[in-house]
């Protein structure tokens, strides 16, 4: 569901597969830990592999951004489908900038 790489100061989450609310859960709870413990000043959450996303991908994209803010760091999502940018773009994620 998840593999994560640590390097350079930057968190990498790879998601895998659908991103539902059970999945968010499960990806929020371990990319969170990794965050607090690492303090990277950058987390990327790469969706290069999420096959199935909804709005739940929105709201774990939204808490890590809060979360990364309250730590210090910044945060960047990139290798999304074109249907996920326009889920993120709707919810006013292009706007903070994380979108790369």
């Given at each position: ?26 990806i ?7 965050a ?29 951004y ?16 074109d249907?996920a ?16």
């Open positions: 569901m998840i593999e994560t790489e640590y390097k350079n100061n930057v968190l990498t989450a790879y998601l895998k597969g659908e991103l539902d609310h059970d999945s968010a859960a499960a929020r709870t371990q990319v969170d830990a990794m607090q413990s690492l303090r990277p000043s950058l987390l990327c959450l790469d969706f290069k592999d999420v096959s199935f996303m909804d709005s739940s991908g929105v709201g774990l994209v939204m808490g890590r809060r979360r990364m803010k309250l730590l210090g760091g910044a945060l960047a999502v990139k290798n999304y489908s249907s940018y326009k889920i993120f773009a709707m919810s006013g994620l292009e706007a903070l900038g994380v979108l790369a």
